[in-house]
């Protein structure tokens, strides 16, 4: 089984930092692109930022200037750096990645379980 697990979530100020990690473990030959999507309450599941395997990376216009993805591919890790956080980055954070179990398999999505990060005023 392919298992995607999240760490750092918790409670931040309005203008705190807080750095997300993921870990993807399992059978698992190739990683496509690795990122963070959040959902608040009410809210679309929407993309946070990604990053493919040679490290171009893509963000959401409201955390440009704010947020950092990067990934070690060895380590099948990606991390959120985020910075100046704000009451609206409040939501649940789920890691996803898009990735081959054998080299003969299709693309597949995989997801954390989510964790929480909230941003007091």
């Known amino acids: 089984q392919v298992q995607l697990e999240e760490s750092g979530g918790g409670l931040a100020q309005s203008g705190g930092s807080l750095r997300l990690s993921c870990v993807a473990s399992?059978?698992?030959?190739?990683?496509?692109?690795m990122g963070w999507f959040r959902q608040a309450p009410g809210k679309q599941r929407e993309l946070v930022a990604g990053?493919?395997?040679?490290?171009?990376?893509n963000y959401a216009d409201s955390v440009k200037g704010r947020f950092t993805i990067s990934r070690d591919n060895a380590k099948k890790t990606v991390v959120l750096q985020m910075n100046s956080l704000k009451p609206e980055d409040t939501a649940v954070y789920y890691c996803?990645?898009?990735?081959?179990?054998?080299?003969?398999?299709?693309?597949?999505?995989?997801w954390g379980q989510g964790t929480q990060v909230t941003v007091s005023s």
């Open positions: 399992g059978s698992i030959y190739s990683i496509n692109v």
């Open positions: 990053i493919n395997h040679g490290g171009s990376a």
């Open positions: 996803q990645a898009t990735l081959q179990k054998t080299a003969w398999s299709n693309w597949a999505d995989y």
